[in-house]
């Protein structure tokens, strides 16, 4: 007889007799995929380093609600799975296009009902892009008024530099930009 087969089967195990197969056997399905999914799991380390997520952030998400909080290993450590490991992942990008806590929290929570209308998320990305072309505005005004103070006459000293003075005196501003 050769390979582990054979020597199983030499031995008596069979699904007959399930006193001698190994307990992994004996789980149901969803057992076995739980057991594979918590082999499979990583350390907070392991998910920062996947998602790009530093690890004081991960903490603060699990904080603020946003991860859930994860399982324990038996030494303590901090224990994800693949699905934490993809909300993280959806974070991080909602972040990255600048939306809120509270938005991304939202949002979140709309994607665990997919049957619902996706008018809430439309929402949120309009009321998002919104923001961002507000932020636009005031940064081409930023931009504006700078280049106008750059470009004045300079001075040899300070006492006489338009710098100095336009920062001192908002009045010499053109546009508004608080």
Do not use: W
């Not at 399930?18 to 990583?42: D, F, G, K, W, Y």
């Not at 380390?45 to 994860?70: A, F, W």
């Not at 439309?122 to 008024?145: G, H, W």
């Amino acid at each position: 007889m050769s390979g582990n087969g054979d020597a199983g089967r030499a031995a008596g195990a069979s699904l007959d007799n399930p006193s001698i197969l190994p307990n992994s056997v004996l789980l149901s399905r969803t057992e076995q995929s739980r057991a594979v999914e918590r082999i499979h799991m990583l350390t907070i380390g392991d998910l920062s380093r996947t998602t790009g997520v530093k690890v004081p952030t991960i903490r603060y998400y699990e904080q603020m609600g946003l991860l859930p909080r994860p399982e324990r290993s038996e030494g303590n450590q901090r224990r994800y799975s693949k699905a934490e490991q993809e909300r993280l992942s959806f974070i991080r990008h909602a972040r990255d296009l600048g939306l809120t806590i509270d938005a991304i929290r939202e949002l979140i929570e709309l994607s665990q009902h997919p049957d619902k209308p996706c008018a809430d998320a439309d929402r949120i990305v309009v009321k998002q892009l919104a923001t961002v072309r507000q932020k636009i505005d005031r940064l081409k005004n930023l931009e504006a008024e700078l280049a106008r103070i750059s470009e004045h006459s300079h001075s040899n000293q300070v006492r006489d530099c338009y710098v100095i003075q336009a920062l001192a005196n908002h009045d010499l501003c053109i546009t508004e930009h608080n």
